[in-house]
Every structure is written in structure tokens, then in C-alpha cells.
């Protein structure tokens, strides 16, 4: 790139010298205070005079230096005139950039700050204002990004990060995998010099690489590294577009540090910023609707099975309305909320068994949707089974058929359809619906109503068998899942709630017992199980409810908290309410399943050590102490509560202090599952 030399000498010049400002600053601060105290006038003279008080008995409140007067060399030095720096002759290209992100609706930037963006991470603050987007700032580049995932799935709206060259994107490569596999959209925006003849020696080149978007090449829908500052925001509106096209996903900008600083030169040319036109989701071909509308509209027993069919209301309203057309049952595999569970026709994940026409709509795994495998078979492999008739018909809607990545392995396993759309089921849905209602036959009208009696029954024994099932050991200490969960919908239920995240993977008490009917009531997993991503989603979507007046609730799982958990101090930082409830079960429960399983399939016992779970799964011996964790990141909190009588109270009063608009912490001790 050639037109950078000069700035990247004023860079390197300017580097140096932020080191020797640091280093002054501190050693000022020390000579201002002696001068204070009055023991000084003139530099060359303190040691004496500070040692001498300091170390004088009974000089009550005097202080021992914490460091070494300096000598007179630096003295001297630390005294004379400051080196003025050279300042920019015109605009930085970093404005131009601002200008360019704040043409789209990017409300908050969550980062860890490094200087491989400082250019841009300075225009943001001084230039633009810091609004649109607010700069939030956080203590690891995945924390960073699973807020941003975790802020879209609430607020349906994009953020964009920051991350430091190699090592922050290092850091941030985990959670931009999980929002990957769970097609949710985040622009990330990494740092990198790239002129390793004039970039900063040592350290910024160490943190450069040719190519860092390599790192997150095989999960990201697209990247790019722009040349020029027009070459920017030709890039930055096309990741903003590809990102927000169904499939969704997560793009990445690596973004040169000397692009950033340079002035802005003409070349005769003037900067312009393309307009943003959304791109329309891809619909299901016509023909394929129609075929499709026909296989339902016929069915003895069609069955929908949705994972994140839906987006919105409005995604929630017309899976409804096709499942009340057909008086089919639902089964929603709670990648979203795609259905409200309070539905008669909500049905658990057997009801494929007896279907003979199925249409899954944004399956995760079609085939593990149809199919059973069974853990540790004959040989310690897994067994495969077909859950459904041989004959059953399925229909798919997927937008995921137009990912082709094939690296990671988030396609799941093959599975024959025969009715195949690669397209957006939301966007689907109109369509299919007026077919499907078109291509009912009068005759079979009075038979799918007979189907809606009988799901009505169903629904209603389910119901009544999940609510037995809640009062096992319902007094037991540590305190039941499911009694925790009802005792948060003893909190909650009247308030505008929105469970941002349910990181305690194997407790569905929630979507079993609470009634969820908002699409921003049940947001989802991570996607890609990379465990981590409960605490820092739960604070960006918190962070969405609270500017759309929502109560947030989280249950936060041990484990999970402790990858980062100091995207606590960010939601107190910046004033993101909150309500954490910890489902402590002390360790990795997950982890202790399948180790003792394994064990006792090789006719073993689990070596324990002195813990409860098998070694290396438990997080005791010490207990950790969350609720003093939290404390120390300035949250009000409480715990740990162990006796279920104590849980309502605590919740009781942590909702008040969330309502004030102040993170709370429950330090709860659960059952393990
Ligand atoms: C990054 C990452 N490391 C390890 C795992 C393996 N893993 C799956 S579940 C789990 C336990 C998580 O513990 P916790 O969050 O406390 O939930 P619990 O199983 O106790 O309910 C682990 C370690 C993973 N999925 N992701
Ligand atoms: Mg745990």
C-alpha cells in the first residue's frame, strides 16, 4: 500500500513516544504529590527530603514513596520541554469510516480495545460522538461477541465488534463459530497491519498476519481486506447485506491499521458511500411450494417440526396459522421460539413417529430429526435407528442449503427429502399457507377438525405430566431445577420478561412450565455448544431489552460462567439490568454424564477423587463463590441459597433491584440437572 510511508514513520515515532508519555505520566503524578505535601520545590532535591518524612516515627498519615525518587538524569529529562509530537495534515481515513458504519443501524459496539484499531477506535469516540455505535467496553473478544449474538436474537438488529489482529481474533473465534451455527449475524471488524515495512516492530507485527480472517475463513459467510478507503465502504455495506441475508451469519472486515490513520488523499477521486438496499430473503421456488402444499393438504397425519423457522412475531403468527390450516402438530426444537408453547397443538419431538408427512422448516438436523442414535452400541460406536414409517413423505424449507462451507460440520448428516427448498421459511410461509388452505379438499375438512380434538386432549395430559414430573423432590435441598424454575416464574410472569438465556443445557423447566408466546421469550442455545456463550448472550440481549423496556432473566449455568466472567463487569459498566440466576450445580454435569456412562459401559467405577463427579467434571473443593464474584463487578447479589423456602425472597428482591435498572446475581445451588 504504497501512499503510506510517512504515516507509518509518524506511526512508529508516535508509538515510542506513547510508551515515554505513560512513563511520565506516572512519574508526575508521583513528583505532584510530594510537591503537595510540600517537601519539594525543585526536583533535583525530593529524596532527601520525601525519605526523611516518610520514614519519620509517629508521622501520623505520612506515606513511604512506592517508588525510587528519580535521580537526576531523569529528573531532568522528565523536566524538559515535552518533544512535540507532528500532528495529521488532513482528515483521518478512520472519519470516513464512521461515516460509513454510521449509515446502518449498528447501535453498540462491544470490544476489547487494541491499537491495531485505534485509528478507527478513536474517530468512533471523538469524531463520531461515540452513538451509532456506543462503544461498550469488554474483557475478552468473545465475551465481545456473544453479545452481539445474543443482542441480535433480541433485538433483531446487527452489532459489530472490534478485535485485535491474531490474538484477538484468536480470542473471539469461538463465539463467531457459534453464532455461525446459529445463523445470527455479527460484524467483526479485526485490526491488522499489514506494511511489515513500515508497521510498528515487535509486538504489532506479532499481532499482524497476511491474512487474519483466514483464522474464521471456514465460518464466517464472507470477508474481505480493504486496499482503499473506498475499497472500505464498498466492503463494509456488503458485509452489512450478506450478514443480514438469510442464512445469517457472521462476516468479517480485516481492516489495515495504516488504512485507518492515513489522511484521506483525493487521487482525483471523490469518497462516496454506497446506499444500503436490504436484500430480500430467498422464497421457495412456486412449483416446489405447490407440491409441497399438496403432500400436507392430503395428509392422515402431518407433523411440522420448526427450529428456527422464526424470527418474530409475525414468523411466530404464520407458523400458527399454517399448523392451524392443517390442525397439524408442531414439534419446536427451541432454536428459537417458533411456536407458542401454550398451543394445543404443540407436541413433543415423538410425535414424527407415526407421521406420514413431515415438513421441517430451519432444521439444525434433519436427519437426528427422523432418525435416533444410540449411544455406546455393540462395539462402543453409536447405533443408528429411523424413527419414522418407511414411507413417510418429508418436505423441507431451509435457507442453510445455500451455506457451502464445508470445513466444520454444521450441514449434520445427509438426509434424503423429497420436497427440498432452499429458501427462508419465514418468508416461505405466506405462500405455502394460501396453498395449503387452496389445496385442502372439502371433503377432508370435518376430518382435520376431528385431528384438533385430539390434540387438544394431548396437549392437556402433556401439560399435567410435566407439571408431576416439576414436583419431584420439589423440597429437596440442593434446590430442583424445576423448582427453581417456577420460583423465577413466581418473579416474573406478570412483567414484559424475555429469557435471554438458558445456559444449564439440560434444563428445559422453562420451556416446559413457563408460558412462552413472544419470540423474544425463548431466544435459543448457542448454536454451536461451544460453552461460554450464556453469560456474555444473555448481557447483549439484555442490553436489547432494556432500550425496548423488556425484563431480562437468565439462568446461568456454572460452568459456562467461568470461560469469561468478566462480561459481568460490562453489564454493570454499563448499566445492562439484569437477572442472573445461577444453576449451580457445581461442575461440568454435562462432563460427569458422560464419563461415569463410559464407565460403567467398560464395567468401571468412576474415580472420583474428593468430589462428586468424576475427576476433572467438578467445580468444588473450592465452591466458587458467585455471588461474591459478582459483588466485586459491582452487582447487587445473593447466596448461596440452598434451601428452596429461602429462592422466592432472594428472587423477590433481586427483581426490584433489576426493575431499578441495576444487574442482580442469584447464587443458586441446584440439583444437577
Ligand atoms: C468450549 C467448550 N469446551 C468444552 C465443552 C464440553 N462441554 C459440554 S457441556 C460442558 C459442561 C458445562 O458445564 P455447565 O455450563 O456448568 O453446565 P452443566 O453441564 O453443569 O449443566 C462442557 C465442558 C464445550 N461444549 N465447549
Ligand atoms: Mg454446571
Request: with cysteine.
Amino acid at each position: 500500500m504504497k501512499r503510506r510511508i510517512g504515516a507509518h514513520e509518524h506511526r512508529a515515532r508516535e508509538a515510542a513516544g506513547r510508551d515515554a508519555a505513560i512513563a511520565d505520566v506516572s512519574r508526575r503524578n508521583f513528583l505532584t504529590g510530594v510537591a503537595v505535601a510540600g517537601a519539594v520545590t525543585t526536583v533535583a532535591s525530593p529524596p532527601a527530603n520525601a525519605a526523611t518524612q516518610a520514614g519519620e516515627p509517629g508521622a501520623a498519615g505520612a506515606r513511604r514513596p512506592s517508588a525510587l525518587p528519580p535521580s537526576t538524569h531523569v529528573a531532568a529529562k522528565e523536566t524538559a520541554p515535552p518533544q512535540e509530537l507532528s500532528r495529521i495534515k488532513g482528515v483521518a481515513g478512520s472519519d470516513f469510516m464512521v461515516d460509513v458504519i454510521k449509515t446502518l443501524d449498528i447501535k453498540y459496539l462491544p470490544a476489547n480495545p487494541a491499537s491495531s484499531f485505534r485509528g478507527l477506535h478513536e474517530s468512533l469516540i471523538d469524531y463520531g460522538g461515540n452513538k451509532m455505535p456506543e462503544f461498550l467496553t469488554c474483557m475478552h473478544e468473545e465475551s465481545a461477541v456473544g453479545m452481539a449474538h445474543g443482542y441480535f436474537k433480541a433485538a433483531g438488529n446487527p452489532l459489530m465488534t472490534l478485535c485485535h489482529g491474531t490474538v484477538g481474533m484468536q480470542h473471539a473465534s469461538m463465539a463467531i463459530y457459534n453464532a455461525w451455527c446459529d445463523r445470527v449475524p455479527v460484524i467483526v471488524v479485526g485490526g491488522n497491519d499489514l506494511d511489515a515495512a513500515h508497521r510498528p516492530p515487535g509486538v504489532p507485527t506479532i499481532h499482524s498476519a497476511q491474512d487474519i480472517n483466514a483464522l474464521v475463513r471456514d465460518f464466517t459467510k464472507w470477508d474481505d481486506t480493504p486496499f482503499s478507503l473506498q475499497h472500505f465502504a464498498q466492503s463494509f455495506i456488503r458485509a452489512y447485506k450478506i450478514a443480514m441475508t438469510p442464512p445469517y451469519g457472521p462476516v468479517a472486515i480485516s481492516l489495515d491499521a495504516g488504512l485507518q490513520q492515513e489522511p484521506i488523499t483525493s487521487n482525483g477521486e471523490k469518497l462516496y458511500i454506497p446506499r444500503y438496499v436490504p436484500t430480500s430473503p430467498p422464497q421457495g421456488d412456486s412449483a416446489a411450494v405447490k407440491e409441497a402444499a399438496r403432500l400436507l393438504a392430503n395428509a392422515q397425519n402431518p407433523v411440522i417440526v420448526v427450529d428456527r423457522a422464526a424470527r418474530s412475531e409475525n414468523g411466530i403468527r404464520l407458523v400458527v396459522e399454517l399448523a392451524e390450516a392443517l390442525q397439524a402438530q408442531v414439534v419446536d426444537l427451541d432454536g428459537r421460539l417458533n411456536f407458542p408453547n401454550t398451543h394445543y397443538l404443540r407436541r413433543a419431538p415423538s410425535a414424527v413417529n407415526n407421521a406420514d408427512v413431515i415438513i421441517g422448516m430451519e432444521l439444525t438436523d434433519y436427519w437426528g430429526t427422523v432418525n435416533a442414535w444410540i449411544d455406546n452400541g455393540e462395539h462402543g460406536i453409536g447405533v443408528n435407528t429411523s424413527k419414522i414409517k418407511p414411507d413417510t413423505k418429508l418436505i423441507s424449507i431451509s435457507s442453510v442449503d445455500l451455506n457451502t462451507k464445508s470445513n466444520y460440520q454444521d450441514l449434520q448428516r445427509f438426509q434424503v427429502v423429497d420436497v427440498q427448498m432452499a429458501a427462508d421459511a419465514e418468508a416461505t410461509l405466506p405462500a405455502l399457507i394460501e396453498a395449503v388452505k387452496a389445496q385442502i379438499p372439502n371433503e377432508r375438512k370435518a376430518l382435520i377438525e376431528k385431528r384438533g380434538e385430539a390434540a387438544r386432549k394431548a396437549f392437556a395430559e402433556a401439560k399435567d405430566r410435566a407439571r408431576a414430573e416439576a414436583a419431584l423432590a420439589w423440597d429437596a435441598s440442593p434446590i430442583s431445577t424445576a423448582r427453581m424454575a417456577m420460583e423465577i416464574w413466581a418473579q416474573i410472569k406478570d412483567l414484559d420478561w424475555s429469557l435471554v438465556s438458558s445456559s444449564g443445557i439440560g434444563n428445559h423447566w422453562p420451556n416446559r412450565l413457563w408460558r412462552m408466546e413472544k419470540h423474544y421469550q425463548w431466544l435459543g442455545l448457542s448454536g454451536g455448544y461451544g460453552v461460554g456463550y450464556g453469560a456474555p448472550a444473555a448481557v447483549g440481549a439484555a442490553l436489547a431489552n432494556r432500550d425496548l423496556g423488556r425484563f431480562s432473566v437468565n439462568i446461568q449455568a456454572d460452568g459456562d460462567l467461568m470461560y469469561a466472567p468478566g462480561v459481568l463487569w460490562t453489564a454493570a459498566r454499563h448499566n445492562i439490568a439484569l437477572l442472573t440466576v445461577m444453576l449451580n450445580n457445581r461442575g461440568y454435569h454435562q462432563e460427569v454424564m458422560h464419563v461415569q456412562r463410559l464407565a460403567s459401559f467398560r464395567n468401571r467405577v468412576a474415580s472420583l477423587g474428593k468430589d462428586m463427579g468424576p475427576i476433572g467434571t467438578s467445580i468444588q473443593n473450592p465452591d466458587i463463590e458467585y455471588h461474591k464474584l459478582a459483588e466485586s463487578m459491582g452487582w447487587w447479589a445473593k447466596g448461596p441459597i440452598k434451601d428452596p423456602a429461602d429462592l422466592g425472597p432472594a428472587l423477590k428482591e433481586a427483581v426490584a433491584v433489576v426493575r431499578s435498572g441495576q444487574p442482580a446475581l442469584v447464587n443458586v445451588w441446584t440439583q444437577p440437572r
